[in-house]
């Protein structure tokens, strides 16, 4: 089992940056994958971005070339660097990993995008 508990969140303007981050309980050098997903509200939740124990590393359409996600197997941690962000990025952000079948995630943080 593990307890994932993300930070980070908080209300930027366009354009501006902010980077989030994933502690987890345990270590996660195991862990097979761990990624970012967000929901919007009235939306689904959709992965962002995604971090496999080997490094293979994967984004959504409308988020490459502006985020950047990375894991930190000694602080076991994983990272996303938000980069010229907009209001449609809007929404909350939660950390997922995939243990074996088993999946996990944190609470939540909030990421508001406005002028």
């Known amino acids: 089992q593990v307890r994932l508990v993300e930070s980070g969140g908080g209300l930027v303007q366009p354009g501006d940056s902010l980077r989030l981050s994933c502690a987890a309980s345990r270590s996660i050098f195991s862990i097979r994958r761990m990624d970012w997903y967000r929901q919007a509200p009235g939306k689904e939740r959709d992965m962002v971005a995604t971090i496999t124990s080997g490094g293979s590393i994967d984004y959504a359409d409308s988020v490459k070339d502006r985020f950047t996600i990375s894991r930190d197997s000694a602080k076991n941690t994983v990272t996303l660097q938000m980069n010229s962000l907009k209001p449609e990025d809007t929404a909350v952000y939660y950390c997922?990993?995939?243990?074996?079948?088993?999946?996990?995630w944190g609470q939540g943080t909030q990421v508001t995008v406005s002028s």
């Open positions: 997922h990993a995939l243990t074996g079948f088993l999946h996990y």
